[in-house]
Each structure stands twice: as C-alpha cells, then as structure tokens.
C-alpha cells in the first residue's frame, strides 16, 4: 500500500536551516507529482511546494519563495525539503503529499502523517 | 493568486441530518480543455492528516462512502454529507487545483447537535 513517512522536523531557532524528507513506498514514485503541506498549530492548510515527476517544473509558495527548496531523489523514492532562513511563522506540521497527476495539478490522493517543526528562540 | 472562501465556519448537525457546506473561488476553476473542475475536497480529523474526499468537484475518491458528494462548477461549489454520521465529525477543507499557489479554504468544522 502506498506510505509517506516524512522525517526531520524538530525545534531550530529563527535563521537557522532545517531539511525535510519523505520516503515514499508502494507505488511507482517517479510517476507522480509530489507537494509539501503545512498546518500550523490550530489553523488550516497551506500548501507550500510542488516539483512534478521529474523533477523538471517546481512553484513555491510566496511565504517560502527564496528560502525553500523542494527536490526529489527519483532512484531513492525521496521527498525533500530544504528550509532555510527559517522564522517563527514557519513553525507547523508538515506533510508531503501524493498529487493525483504527474504535473502537481491535481487532488493529493495520499498525504503522509506530518512532522512538526518549531521555530523558536 | 485564486482566493477559497468556505462558509460556514462552523456547523452543527444531528445525526442522520444533512450538512452542507460551501466553497466560493475567486476566479473559475474550470478547466475548458478537459471541462473539469479542479475543485477537491478534504475530510481532516484531530491528529490526522487530511484524507482527499472529492476531486474535480464532484468525483469520489475510491472508498469514501456514498453520503459525500460534491457539486458546482466555475466559482462555486459545495459538499453534501447527506446523513451524517457520528464518524464524520472533522474539518472540511476544499482546495483549487487550478493553478499556483494552490490555495485551500480556510476549513468548516462539523459537529454533532
């Protein structure tokens, strides 16, 4: 069955860098697009990055444009997400997400269990 | 940037009742290539990721129960949750797909009257 376990949250300070992965497993990897979501504590969803199958095409949320980077390892069915600069408003659950297509212009038909990053002094 | 606007914030339903709630765009979504919506909805419970309900406005995903259906097409749309069931007491998120960023409805909260 198709599983995305992300890994790398914890608490960083503000400046600081931060690098998130998702392991994907149970579907052919390279066949998807593949996001990042963010909650953070008690608020809704914001989406926060999108690279589409290959790798080729990637669009950033305005919040993170300039600070975060997504990249996938296709060989190794990985996700990432490099923070840098990070700020207190970056504090949240992120989960990486499965897109329906392979574009990223799609529903996210699976979504992994979150990790939490906290960006605190 | 496509603005998602969900109302209500907040709802209260008795079991076997209908919910209903609403999501507005701020431009269409409305794919003319395909004639798709791209309009999709999702059920999140506490301590849980979101879980993809309907896509393309009015498509259930595999496995969601009959009670879910979704409609609209353009700006405004809605989701149905025909008897509700103590099950599905969650956040409703709806999310435009159109373009980016992608954009998600600030949630509705369902609770059991």
């Known amino acids: 069955q198709v599983q995305l376990v992300e890994s790398g949250g914890g608490v960083v300070q503000p400046g600081r860098s931060l690098r998130l992965s998702c392991v994907a497993s149970?579907?052919?990897?390279?066949?998807?697009?593949m996001h990042w979501v963010r909650q953070a504590p008690g608020k809704g969803l914001e989406w926060v990055a999108l690279?589409?199958?290959?790798?080729?095409?990637?669009y950033y949320a305005d919040s993170v444009k300039g600070r975060f980077t997504i990249s996938r390892d296709n060989s190794k069915n990985t996700l990432d997400l490099q923070m840098n600069s990070l700020r207190p408003e970056d504090t949240a659950v992120y989960y990486c997400?499965?897109?329906?297509?392979?574009?990223?212009?799609?529903?996210?038909?699976?979504w992994g269990q979150g990790t939490l990053v906290t960006v605190s002094s | 940037d496509i603005v998602m606007t969900q109302s209500p914030d907040s709802l209260a339903v008795s079991l076997g009742e209908r919910a209903t709630i609403n999501c507005k765009s701020s431009?269409?979504?409305?794919?003319?290539?395909?004639?798709?919506?791209?309009l999709a909805w999702y059920q999140q419970k506490p301590g849980q990721p979101p879980k993809l309900l309907i896509y393309?406005?009015?498509t259930r995903e595999s496995g969601v129960p009959d009670r879910f259906s979704g409609s609209g097409s353009g700006t405004d749309f809605t989701l149905t949750i025909s008897s509700l069931q103590a099950e599905d007491v969650a956040v409703y998120y709806c999310?435009?797909?159109?373009?980016?960023?992608?954009?998600f409805g600030g949630g509705t909260k369902v609770e059991i009257k």
């Open positions: 997400a499965r897109d329906r297509g392979y574009s990223g212009y799609d529903s996210f038909d699976y």
């Open positions: 149970g579907f052919t990897f390279s066949n998807y697009a």
């Open positions: 690279i589409s199958y290959d790798g080729g095409n990637k």
């Open positions: 431009q269409s979504v409305l794919y003319s290539s395909n004639n798709e919506n791209y």
């Open positions: 393309w406005a009015s």
């Open positions: 999310q435009q797909c159109y373009s980016t960023p992608l954009t």
